[in-house]
């Protein structure tokens, strides 16, 4: 088995097609964001041209299966986990061809025509039984090696799945379970001492020295990111952590004391989902925690936990808003004092309620839309929204935003002040662009290059 992570490693198109001709592979994996959609398809067609059986899996695929397998470039579309699902894949390929694939669970494929969806396969009970990353085939190496604020990082998961079930996410339906024919949240996670082994081990072969985590919602679990803590704080074992939480739990940890075990471990960067000022869009986005928890928990971090970047981000685009709407909401974000303010367009992600039959073009292209970044005006269905957004960044100069900028650049040490000017500087070039802006050479490149949430937008 190999893996070929050819975004960290700078390859082209022309590179990652003479890499799958030299491996001459006989099956395929492709899987990623609705985003990079249509350069899965395109990995996809090469794939095929070499005789290989290729399999599609992931937030993306899992929800558009007919779809994709009606482009003919995909062979099985692997729902939910695919640890078990795949093993049993391939052997049944090896075995029968597609005649056996109706004994695999949690796949879709085409037969004569006709798309089969298997049962699904029960999500795994315990993650421990898990066999370790395979981060000995990936250039771990490469990962932030450049980077003065995430250096030596390795993306970690402490679980799967989540407790909520906010419309706009697919995270939840992609690793949940099915009950009569719909998903539905389900939290698992995996022991403090698994985690710690992981930790260590990445620590110790790879070297790694921050740890991104993946989870949908990190401190979803009231115990065991604290244990996890303690174990680390007990090896005197601390690597930065940036993960995204809910802010009606941090208060919980924070009385509990683990939320001062997991800063002490190394929590340096929290991502804080608010999405709304308003009751109405929050009860339209299913969203159950509320701007009045995330101003406590902010004040709480502010004050107690100097040091800790926090990135709060907001949605709009839903029903009703309008440029007094989105000024409400810069509003907020400034009121609360947030290091980095994300605004990001709802998306119809494939899977959520918000999605479409007529949005699938058939190729993937029209869903590179959905990167979560503001679209300049000229190209989006609501210009009047982004032209706000715009207007209230060149224009709206208050006392709290004032203060944003002056703890970002004189307190909360080094780290903080460096990740403040870094997005300050880019998010004020992305905004500069979205104005129409022409003094970057090439806006298309710069736009992709943008892509990392921190560039959505400066400090609020």
């Known amino acids: 088995m190999r893996i070929l992570d050819a975004a960290v490693l700078r390859l082209g198109d022309s590179s990652v097609a003479a890499v799958l001709r030299q491996w001459q592979p006989a099956f395929l994996g492709i899987g990623e964001e609705a985003v990079h959609c249509a350069d899965n398809l395109r990995l996809a067609r090469w794939g095929k041209t070499l005789g290989a059986a290729v399999i599609a899996g992931g937030c993306c695929f899992a929800f558009l299966a007919p779809e994709i397998l009606a482009t003919g470039l995909v062979d099985v579309v692997v729902h939910g986990e695919g640890e078990q699902t795949l093993v049993e894949l391939v052997h049944a390929w090896h075995s029968d061809g597609l005649a056996g694939l109706d004994r695999v669970r949690g796949i879709s494929f085409a037969r004569n025509g006709q798309v089969i969806r298997t049962p699904p ?167 159950h925690a509320r701007p009045a928890q995330a101003r406590i928990a902010l004040e709480i971090l502010r004050r107690q936990y100097p040091s800790v970047f926090t990135v709060g981000s907001f949605i709009y685009g839903l029903a009703g808003d309008s440029p007094a709407t989105m000024r409400r909401i810069y509003e907020e974000a400034l009121a609360l004092g947030l290091d980095l303010a994300l605004f990001i367009p709802l998306n119809p992600l494939p899977g959520t309620r918000y999605w479409r039959a007529d949005q699938w073009d058939g190729t993937g292209e029209a869903l590179r839309r959905l990167d979560f970044l503001p679209p300049p005006p000229s190209e989006s269905a609501r210009p009047e929204l982004e032209r706000e957004l715009l207007r209230c960044f060149m224009l709206h100069w208050s006392l709290d935003r004032l203060r944003i900028y002056w703890r970002g650049l004189a307190g909360g040490g080094a780290r903080k002040r460096r990740m403040f000017v870094r997005v300050l500087w880019r998010g004020t070039r992305f905004a500069l662009q979205r104005a129409g802006w022409r003094g970057h050479r090439n806006k298309t490149d710069s736009r992709r290059k943008a892509a990392a949430a921190a560039a959505n937008a400066a400090p609020a």
């Not at 085939?137 to 970690?156: D, F, K, Q, T």
């Not at 906010?166 to 995270?171: A, P, Q, R, S």
């Not at 020295?209 to 990111?225: E, K, M, S």
């Open 121 to 287: 396969r029960p999500l795994l009970g315990d993650l421990d039984q898990l066999p370790w990353p395979a981060y000995d085939l990936l250039p771990v190496e490469h990962y932030g090696r450049s980077s003065r604020n995430h250096p030596a990082m390795a993306a970690i998961e402490l679980g799967r799945g989540c407790h909520d079930s906010c419309d706009f996410c697919v995270l939840w339906r992609q690793m949940g379970h099915v009950v009569r024919g719909q998903s539905a949240p389900r939290l698992r996670v995996k022991s403090s001492q698994r985690l710690e082994e992981e930790i260590v081990r990445l620590a110790r072969r790879f070297h790694r020295r921050y740890l991104g985590w993946v989870d949908p919602c990190f401190n979803a679990h009231p115990d065991i990111p604290a244990r996890l803590a303690e174990r680390l704080l007990q090896r005197n074992l601390r690597l930065g952590q940036s993960a995204w939480i809910r802010s009606d739990h941090l208060l919980r940890d924070q009385a509990s004391g683990a939320l001062d075990l997991c800063v002490r471990a190394g929590l340096n960067e929290v991502y804080i989902g608010i999405e709304r000022p308003d009751a109405k869009g929050l009860e339209q986005l299913n969203k």
